[in-house]
């Protein structure tokens, strides 16, 4: 049987298989209402992608913190309420676990990294990184990114005018090379500098294109996983060489051949770099560690450095193999990448939108500084980690950025049992009436909603949806640790839901989410959240507070020559990608065109 076939077979053989489970389904599944079913094959769970954030949060007010939805692979399980999420991603996380296409997927692109790894293996990774992220390391790194904030402030403001006028600039492309800059030398120690170099360097650029390229393709990852499952590596190579072909012109064709590209040059040269890495660490006479915790060090400059420091002076039965270091590598880099710029650039756009927060943001950042001269020129902004990261309205900025637009909105789990998730708040049933339980079967697919989460009215007040940074001025909260965290329940017996790791906000009845970052849901919880927020939020106050000390940014305000402005809009795929709306875009490419000039004495008044 030729290949072309086995490719004919296999997609008659799912549409079959999918129209008998269509027409095999039971009348009463998952007792839980929704809205309606959608197409027949794919059902109406792309909705959420296609309606953005307004839908997302849409079905959950309507129906309640447990929806039910419809996928390819059957009914699907929408969750947004609080005792839920706790149960799925802390108490029952050996339940509901992340999808085998999304782990292999990972595992394929990324190597053996945390989001390609489960049980022991993954327990045994995260036990090795968790005090590389110390915040010791923290302050220690962030003299990396000092100068990293100038060469893209500098940058944009050799772009404006002197006179103070405004110019537009599409500060996107800007932000992402600052976010690669960023991860590459304080991650990894590699020496990118496309702030300032021409583009010629294969590796950065294949970091800059893998995330766009795996939104652009995240509906064939389960027909990827199905390749691997059954097809020898001999033909599913030949599998990939035959869709990947240049006579195939399609752009989704092009698309798979740019992918493939990307993650050849992606594997290559990080393999490159992490050998170069470790020779260099072998080759210097290390000094007895302190301990396993990674203390400062003059001689390590990386998160790579102290990760392969950590690995030495760990024991044998504890220790990381070189594919999974190079694996933590390749997911630190594509972690911190796409989703550092997504946020930068949704923090800068909503201060253009908001004149009077970004004046009152520069202004507490040069009470802190004193950078301002007599002839209005601003120095590098360099402060202390502990002034950087207690400066309360820069701090309230970036968490009511990060809570109503997480990087990541949406995380899927299936149920490796048959069990029952409790509600904290009564949703609604199939029946129209209210129920705080729901019985999920073996094998049922359920969505994390981070964004539903983080804009729940019963936990976060009637203005949820509203961008307000000052809302976290009067809130001090110290997050639980993961110990806390593992030990803790949602009846109130336990210590990590009472009134002593509380938040002032998003609290209702001593009930949080579950979540590692202030009460929010944008970096999830338990063992699977993101190991790197400390480092993300510490990139974020930095770029942002360099940038607004030299320069002020607006909306576009020209207008075509049809007489429309640019309108800014946000589609929801693996991240949120800013788009210019049509009739003045086309509503397809990536940017933020903002107006952008020199900052001036008045821009300090709020």
Known sequence: MSLIQICVLSSFSFALCKALVFLLRRPHGIDLDGPNGGNWLTGNVSSLFEGGVDYCVHIAEKYGGAVRLHGPLGETVYVSDPRALYHMVVKDQHIFEEPDFFIMFNKLIFGEGLISTVGEQHRRQRKLLNPVFSTSNMRRLLSILHPISDRLTSTLASKVPADGSHKEIDILPWLSRC????????????????????????????????????????????????????????????LLDLVTVPWLPTQFMADVREMRRTVDTMDSASRKAFAEKKTAMEAKEMPDPVDTACRDSDSMTSMM????????????????????????????????????TSALARCIYLLAQHSGAQARLRSEICNATNVIEEDGDMSSVELPYDVLMNLPFLDGVVKETLRLYPSFPLMSRVTSKATTLPLQFPTRSRSGGYTSTVAIPEGAYTIISILAANRHREMWGADANEWRPERWL????????????????????????????????????????????????????????????????????????TLVMRLHFSLPTERNAQGHAKEIQWKLQAFHIPVVKPPAGDGVTPQVPLNVRLVKKDDFIW
């Open 179 to 238: 976010a690669l800059d960023g991860v590459c030398q304080g991650i990894l120690g590699y020496p990118s500098d496309t702030l300032s170099a021409a583009e010629n360097d294969p590796y950065p650029e294949a970091l800059r294109k893998i995330g766009p390229l795996l939104g652009k393709l995240m509906k064939v990852r389960l027909i990827a996983v199905i390749i691997m499952q059954y097809c020898s590596p001999y033909w599913a190579k030949k």
């Open 305 to 340: 450095d102290i990760m392969l420091k950590a690995n030495v002076v760990s024991s044998n039965t504890e220790r990381l193999t070189d594919d999974e270091l190079l694996g933590q590598m390749n997911v630190m880099v594509f972690a911190g990448l796409d989703t550092t």
């Open 474 to 545: 009067s809130s001090s909260f110290t997050a639980p640790t993961e110990t806390q965290e593992a030990n803790c329940s949602m009846d109130g017996k336990d210590a990590a839901f009472t009134s002593r790791f509380a938040p002032v906000l998003g609290v209702k009845d001593s009930v949080r989410f579950p979540g590692v970052y202030s009460n929010m849901m944008t970096f999830l919880g338990g063992s699977r959240s993101c190991i790197g927020f400390k480092f993300a939020e510490m990139e974020l106050k930095q770029v942002i507070a």
